[in-house]
C-alpha cells in the first residue's frame, strides 16, 4: 500500500478522528475560559437582581426556591450557556420545563398515587406546548409564561431540526440563512433571560401559582417581560412555599464559577 493511501486511511481511523476532536475541544475550551467566567458573572448578578438575598419571608422563600430549582434541574443548561452552547443549552431547557410541566401538573390533578401514574403516563406524553396551554387554564402559569414557552419552543424546534427557516424567522428577521451557518448564528443568542425566565415558571409550577408583584417587576427592568399594569398580573398565589437551606445550593454555582475561572 502507498503511504498516501495509508495516510488516508489513518486518517479516518476512528482513534484518528477522537483524537482531532479531543484536541480541537482542549484549544476551544482554553480559549473560551475567560469568557466562561464572565458569562456565569452575569447569571449571578442577574439572579441576585431577580431574586434578591434581602427582604421578607415570601421573598426569601422565592430566593430559596430558585436556587434549589438551579441545583436540582438546571446545572447542565447553565453549564451549556457558559461554553456558549446555545443550540443545546436551548433544547436542553426546553427539555427540563417539559419533563417537569408532566410531573408538576399530574402532582396537582391527581387524586391518589395509582391515579397518578396513570395521569403521568398520559400526560407524559404531551408536548411542553400542550402542557402550557393546560397549566394557564389551571391558573399556575399565565398568559405571559404561555409567551415565553411557545418562544422557547419554536427556538427548540429549529435548533433541532435545524430549519433555517424557523431561526432566520426569529433571529435574523426572515434573511436568508444557510443551514451551514445555524450554529454560529446560535451562538449569538443571549441564553441568560432564557435562563431566567425558566427558573420563575419553574418557581411557579413548585409554588402552585402566581409570584409576587414584585418579582414581575424586578422582571420587567430586566427586560424579560413586556410591560404588564398591576390589573393585568392578577392576584398572587397564597399557597404556602416550602423553605429550602440554600447553602448548598449557592454553593455549588460558585464551585462551578470558581472552576471555570480557575
Known amino acids: 500500500m502507498c503511504s498516501y493511501a495509508k495516510d488516508q486511511r489513518d486518517a479516518t481511523e476512528i482513534v484518528s478522528l477522537v483524537r482531532r476532536a479531543v484536541d480541537g475541544m482542549k484549544s476551544e475550551l482554553e480559549q473560551s475560559l475567560p469568557k466562561v467566567g464572565q458569562r456565569l458573572g452575569r447569571f449571578e448578578s442577574t439572579f441576585d437582581h431577580t431574586f434578591p438575598r434581602v427582604g421578607g419571608r415570601r421573598e426569601g422563600e422565592e430566593r430559596g426556591m430558585a436556587e434549589a430549582l438551579t441545583w436540582a434541574l438546571l446545572q447542565i443548561p447553565l453549564y451549556l450557556y457558559a461554553i456558549e452552547l446555545n443550540g443545546a443549552a436551548i433544547m436542553e431547557l426546553?427539555?427540563?420545563?417539559?419533563?417537569?410541566?408532566?410531573?408538576?401538573?399530574?402532582?396537582?390533578?391527581?387524586?391518589?398515587?395509582k391515579k397518578g401514574q396513570v395521569l403521568y403516563s398520559i400526560l407524559g406524553r404531551q408536548s411542553l406546548s400542550i402542557l402550557a396551554l393546560l397549566l394557564v387554564k389551571l391558573g399556575m402559569w399565565d398568559k405571559e409564561d404561555l409567551k415565553f414557552v411557545e418562544h422557547l419552543t419554536t427556538l427548540r424546534n429549529g435548533t433541532a431540526h435545524k430549519n433555517p427557516r424557523v431561526i432566520s424567522n426569529i433571529l435574523l428577521g426572515g434573511s436568508k440563512l444557510s443551514y451551514l451557518d445555524i450554529d454560529a448564528t446560535l451562538s449569538k443568542v443571549d441564553v441568560l433571560p432564557l435562563l431566567i425566565r425558566s427558573i420563575q415558571i419553574l418557581n411557579k409550577l413548585v409554588r402552585g401559582g402566581q409570584p409576587t408583584l414584585k418579582v414581575k417587576a424586578r422582571t420587567r427592568d430586566l427586560g424579560l417581560l413586556p410591560n404588564v399594569t398591576q390589573a393585568s398580573l392578577g392576584t398572587t398565589d397564597t399557597i404556602e412555599a416550602r423553605t429550602y437551606s440554600t447553602k448548598s445550593k449557592i454553593d455549588a454555582l460558585q464551585s462551578l464559577h470558581r472552576k471555570s475561572a480557575g
Do not use: D, N, P
Open 94 to 113: 426546553h427539555g427540563v420545563l417539559e419533563r417537569f410541566a408532566a410531573r408538576e401538573t399530574t402532582k396537582f390533578l391527581e387524586a391518589s398515587k
